[in-house]
């Protein structure tokens, strides 16, 4: 499986990016795919996730300000980031868990993406 990811910049606070992840290759199904996060110095943390049961979750942090959302047919996800602060700054990584063919579960990342948020 592979994980591509676009979408992140250079941004003032206040403002909005939108990121999109797109998995491709060799599985039977998507069961959930998501955003983590890494700041300098700090732990990956979670971001959003988003089933293919259509449930999410958010970390606290984000709650009413990004929305994941989810194009079946291509195996994408979007991360909608609004109101953007300046501790949002961080790179952005995409996750996603698979079920492969052969029956095998798979968890894997893809590239980061880095997102700034600054004046």
């Known amino acids: 499986v592979q994980l591509q990811a676009f979408g992140g910049g250079l941004v003032q606070p206040g403002g909005s990016l939108r990121l999109s992840c797109a998995a491709s290759?060799?599985?039977?199904?998507?069961?959930?795919m998501g955003w983590y996060r890494q700041a300098p110095g700090k732990q990956r943390e979670l971001v959003a996730t988003l089933t293919s049961g259509s449930s999410t979750t958010y970390a606290d942090s984000v709650e009413g300000r990004f929305t994941i959302s989810r194009a079946n047919a291509k195996n994408t996800v979007y991360l909608q980031m609004n109101s953007l602060k300046p501790e949002d700054t961080a790179v952005y990584y995409c996750?996603?868990?698979?079920?492969?063919?052969?029956?095998?579960?798979?968890?894997?990342w893809g590239q980061g993406t880095q997102v700034t948020v600054s004046s």
């Open positions: 996750n996603a868990g698979a079920t492969l063919y052969s029956g095998n579960g798979y968890s894997g």
């Open positions: 290759g060799n599985f039977f199904v998507i069961n959930v």
